[in-house]
């Protein structure tokens, strides 16, 4: 039926509607009689008795309960009020929902105000710590503690070099260090001096940083030595940490300019035009969304939390900026050991973390090895903060088999929003969820779900999510196009807002609780990073043998992974390692896909548009990156490689694996190279792998560091596929 269609047109025959709808799931008819029984899940009678026209939805219970069968004729009860008033309506403008419901779900779902902060910024909180708790302890990496005072006083000192570099209030200046003690400095220097900071993550190829700081006109970098020769532009001063905490801890207080309104931090995502979107967030609605956290779940100075997330991730923030904000310690892993998942166990034990906060995807690799060694490392786990990415219904469960009274918290939102926007506190699963569900809005922030023409649906009907309130950014810096395109005012009734349109689409549960249904485009998130397939597809489309090309998601083994498709120019023919190498050269190792396809052409439907269900089926058992049939001298030899070979199967879903295989060439990365390690071995560390990524070097550096072969373990798959602590088909007696 003709959206644009009138009621008029309707009722003199003009369109058809159909007495009896084919769907198996939804009838309606205008029958003379109620049947006994609903002829399908939900049936819709309409009969006349005269004058009278009356209305029975009949429903299957088990689908359906009485409170939403209510509601959808409460919703039908206002559709007939709304034609019945204008006949020329058209019929896309028709609304279900009475004056009731829709203040119930603009005011009602949004009642959030709460007396937070005011007039504070973000390293105001780590100063006022510093002056309470001096010595108190702040960072812990390694062997080494600092406490508030050192940290706060170096911070000083470092402002005090930037301003006589030149930098100023309203100024971005990058910064480029691995998590660290002087990273934490760093961020309070630059806040400090009234600038704000643009992080630039050490592993980003030299291209992508150079294009995050021409585009941030950053003012100044601050780095390490080490660092320094890899950063491009020497138009800029560049300040390096090097002994910055050798000075002694005396020294003056550096005043600083900053207010709540002004940036206080740009951080990147993906953009769909090949270049990194630059995102400008002020203090204000940061130190909104910590405030709300920290009071929410009592965060106090005896709190220790474990710093995983990149300083390019905005749950970064919370980590360095927001534990310590009420005087709590930052565990730091070693340099060496950021991506060892048996040594962030380690550290969890050893400093009784209390405080788990990640994308959802750190905490799995943790909880897979835990289960497959039977460690114990959150005996003093009380809280743990999930965001970023889909949460496995199951995990909650998982993680409380270790640590059965902490709370586990769900969050939901954007960067462009202020770090997180809902929240969802898990207290039960429910073994018909789908998903965890993404929760209410957080202290003074609010969401609203509207169709195309951006008006409130009903509870129960998917639209798109638009978030509102403290947390927003200013916007995309000095993006004035993009920023219009995502971020607009917006008024209906007496709700007057300004909205930031996500491209997620949601909807309402009757109680107000937001469930995440998926996305209006091909944006993905891949372990918590948002990835605009867009901006993968334009940097392949720039080598110059490829004429055309599409990424998509899918999903492998309940993992998203990127798989790229490219058709070459006529007379070449380039080889995927090739065209994986070209985009690494401007991609972070997140962006890059597992596999690169070569095709022909790429797949068009009836309407000559893009046929993404027909590259999906392309490869639905990833034969790009399946080998030939191994020969004999190709099958792994002995216990090692067999069982090397088997969990690289498992984790990676290819086969089979051959003596020959590489790990990173048949699509592995930092995240399943974790996942694998516990496999093979809880001994076994990230650089080892990294230098001996094929099955017999490995094979042989185990051997040689004399670690005992596993013996096969009869363990049967569960019901979902999954071992019995997710181990592969070997372990350790």
Not at 461 to 481: C, F, I, N
Not at 488 to 502: I, K, P
Request: include cysteine; charged fraction near 20%; aromatic fraction near 6%.
């Amino acid at each position: 039926m003709d959206p644009g269609a009138t009621v008029a047109e309707l009722a003199a025959g003009a369109v058809t509607l159909p007495t009896e709808l084919g769907s198996p799931l939804v009838a309606f008819a205008h029958d003379s009689a109620v049947p006994d029984t609903p002829r399908a899940e939900l049936h819709l009678a309409i009969i006349r008795q005269g004058s009278i026209w009356q209305a029975e939805l009949r429903y299957v219970p088990g689908l359906f309960g009485a409170e939403t069968a209510e509601r959808m004729l409460s919703q039908l009860r206002t559709l007939v009020a709304d034609v019945a008033r204008d006949s020329a309506t058209p019929v896309s403008r028709l609304s279900l929902l009475g004056p009731e419901e829709m203040e119930r779900i603009l005011v009602g779902f949004n009642d959030t105000v709460t007396d937070l902060p005011h007039g504070t910024c973000l390293h105001t909180w780590f100063e006022m710590q510093a002056t309470a708790r001096p010595d108190a302890t702040a960072v812990v990496q390694g062997a080494r503690s600092w406490t508030y005072t050192w940290i706060d006083r170096a911070a000083d000192r470092l402002a005090g070099r930037l301003r006589a570099s030149g930098v100023g209030p309203g100024d971005r200046v990058g910064l480029c260090l691995e998590r660290s003690a002087e990273l934490l400095a760093a961020i309070l220097a630059i806040l400090k001096a009234g600038a704000a900071y643009v992080p630039l993550d050490p592993d980003y190829p030299e291209q992508r940083l150079a294009a995050m700081l021409d585009g941030t006109s950053c003012a100044a970098v601050v780095t390490d030595a080490a660092r320094t020769a890899c950063l491009p532009g020497a138009d800029r001063p560049t300040l390096v940490t090097n002994g910055l905490f050798d000075e002694p801890v005396e020294g003056e207080r550096l005043d600083s300019t900053a207010g709540p309104e002004d940036l206080c931090y740009v951080i990147h995502t993906s953009g769909s035009t090949g270049a990194p979107k630059p995102i400008a967030l002020r203090h204000r609605g940061v130190v909104n969304n910590i405030a709300d956290l920290n009071s929410r779940f009592e965060v106090s100075p005896s709190d220790r939390v474990l710093a995983l997330s990149s300083p390019s991730f905005d749950m970064s923030v919370y980590e360095f900026l927001g534990i310590t904000a009420v005087g709590g310690t930052v565990i730091v892993p070693e340099s060496e050991h950021t991506k060892d998942v048996a040594h962030w166990a380690l550290l969890c034990a050893r400093h009784g973390v209390t405080v788990w906060n990640s994308a959802p995807a750190l905490l799995e690799l943790l909880v897979d090895y835990l289960e497959h060694t039977g460690e114990r490392a959150f005996d003093a786990l009380r809280l743990v903060l999930l965001g970023g990415d889909w949460v496995p219904v199951s995990l909650p469960d998982r993680l409380h088999a270790f640590a059965p009274d902490a709370r586990f918290a769900v969050m939901g939102g954007a960067t462009e929003a202020s770090i997180h926007s809902t929240l969802y506190e898990v207290t039960t699963t429910d073994p018909a969820w789908t998903s965890i569900p993404y929760g209410r809005p957080m202290a003074n922030q609010r969401t609203y779900i509207l169709d195309d023409a951006l008006r409130p649906v009903p509870p129960g009907v998917v639209g798109e999510l638009h978030l509102a309130g403290t947390g927003l950014a200013r916007g995309y810096l000095d993006r004035p196009d993009l920023t219009a395109e995502r971020f607009h005012d917006w008024s209906y009734g007496a709700v007057h807002d300004r909205l930031y349109r996500t491209g997620d689409l949601a909807r309402y549960r009757p109680d107000g609780v937001l469930e995440l249904i998926g996305r209006k485009d091909f944006q993905v998130k891949v372990n918590g990073l948002r990835i605009e397939l867009g901006e993968i597809e334009a940097v392949l489309r720039s080598h110059p043998d490829i004429k055309d090309s599409v990424v998509m998601a899918r999903s492998d083994g309940g993992r998203q992974r990127l798989v790229g498709c490219a058709v070459p120019r006529p007379g070449t023919a380039p080889e995927p390692a090739a065209l994986r190498a070209h985009l690494a050269k401007s991609l972070p190792a997140f962006m890059v896909p597992a596999a690169v396809l070569v095709l022909d052409t790429l797949p068009l439907n009836a309407n000559g548009k893009l046929d993404r269900k027909a590259i999906g089926a392309l490869d639905p058992d990833r034969p790009a990156l399946k080998s030939a049939p191994a020969t004999t001298d190709d099958t792994p030899q002995g216990p090692w490689e067999q069982h090397i070979a088997a969990v690289w199967t498992e984790i990676l879903n290819v086969e089979p694996v051959g003596r020959d295989s590489d790990f990173f060439a048949l699509g592995g990365d930092s995240m399943t190279a974790l996942r694998c390690l516990a496999r093979i071995d809880p001994g076994l560390r990230w650089p080892e792998l990294a230098r001996h990524s094929t099955v017999p070097a490995l094979a042989a550096r185990l051997t040689t560091m004399g670690h005992t072969p596993p013996t096969p373990r009869l363990d049967r798959p569960t019901s979902d596929g999954r071992r019995p602590h997710g181990g592969a088909s070997t372990s350790k007696e």
